[in-house]
């Protein structure tokens, strides 16, 4: 006589669903994950678009408007170089954000150049403030005479603290900006303080994402809104760290914390 088979209980029959149900959950999973993956990269697309469109727009209005205005029968002296130094202001402008792009891209596709070696904080501070785009007659330098070579990538650095600098000129309501360096524990500190008008609290961990620009701020004052992202990428690359402190209406802080390291021998020693 046959016997028939058991019947299958609710529980073997959770049993069974179970892996698939958790099959079907991480699945799920990582295409929220990869949605939300691919809309943000859209954002950044588009706030590359918009950053760059107007940016590049900008020079390249003064450029055409300057270069119009000559009279190529009549040149007249004081005319041309009116226009020489708007071409020249404006193309700089434009090789400073191309510069910038180029950074964020080397940033974000971990491709930086150059290999660590030692440096003078001193020597990379100053000869980021020669390339800074602002009134630094307001700059107030003040560095520990006793600090070390540190390891790095000067180049990087100089860049980062240029964009650091920069920013603090900006915001600074044409008051001193001070910059000051010293060892503090295992590390060198590096702090850029300004006395403009500060940054909202719910501001603070937004202004180091690229594109981002505080509302808000005089039109005149909108930069490209890549100064502090590359800061924090190229300083938080070489080992280092860079965070914040502000308070709205009496002025802002950029804290700039690099670890101490053994010199190497002296023909690896990089110019800064």
């Known amino acids: 006589m046959r016997r028939s088979s058991p019947a299958t209980t609710p529980r073997s029959i959770e049993a069974e669903e179970a892996p698939t149900a958790a099959r079907n959950r991480v699945e799920l999973e990582a295409e929220v994950v990869e949605t939300a993956a691919l809309r943000r990269s859209d954002e950044l697309k588009t706030a590359l678009l918009r950053s760059v469109s107007h940016d590049l727009r900008t020079p390249l209005t003064a450029i055409l408007s300057a ?45 930086l150049e150059g290999r660590p070696a ?30 070390p070579l540190l390891i790095g990538n000067a180049g990087q650095l100089e860049r980062a603290f240029a964009n650091l600098i920069e920013n603090a000129l900006r915001y600074g309501a044409g008051k001193p900006v001070l910059v000051r360096a010293r060892v ?23 202004i180091f994402l690229p594109f981002y620009r505080s509302p808000g701020q005089p039109a005149s004052h909108q930069g490209s809104g890549l100064g502090l992202a590359i800061a924090k990428g190229f300083i938080e690359a070489g080992g280092g760290q860079l965070s914040v402190d502000s308070l709205p209406g009496q002025g802002t802080s950029f804290v700039v914390e690099l670890p101490l390291s053994r010199t190497p021998e002296p023909e690896h020693v990089a110019a800064a």
Do not use: C, F, M
């Not at 190529?72 to 434009?94: F, I, M, W």
């Not at 300004?194 to 603070?204: A, M, S, V």
């Open 184 to 206: 503090v524990a295992d590390r060198v500190r590096v702090r850029i303080t300004d006395q403009g008008p500060g940054i909202l609290p719910q501001e603070l961990e937004r």
């Open 67 to 111: 270069t119009a205005s000559l009279d190529p029968e009549h040149p007249d002296a004081e005319q041309v170089g009116e226009v020489r130094e708007v071409v020249t202001l404006a193309a700089e402008r434009l090789a400073a954000l191309v510069e910038k792009l180029l950074d964020l891209s080397r940033l974000q596709a971990g491709s």
């Open 118 to 147: 030692a440096y003078s904080l001193d020597e990379v501070v100053s000869e980021a403030i020669e390339h800074v785009d602002g009134d630094r007659s307001l700059l107030r330098l003040s560095v520990d005479g006793d600090l």
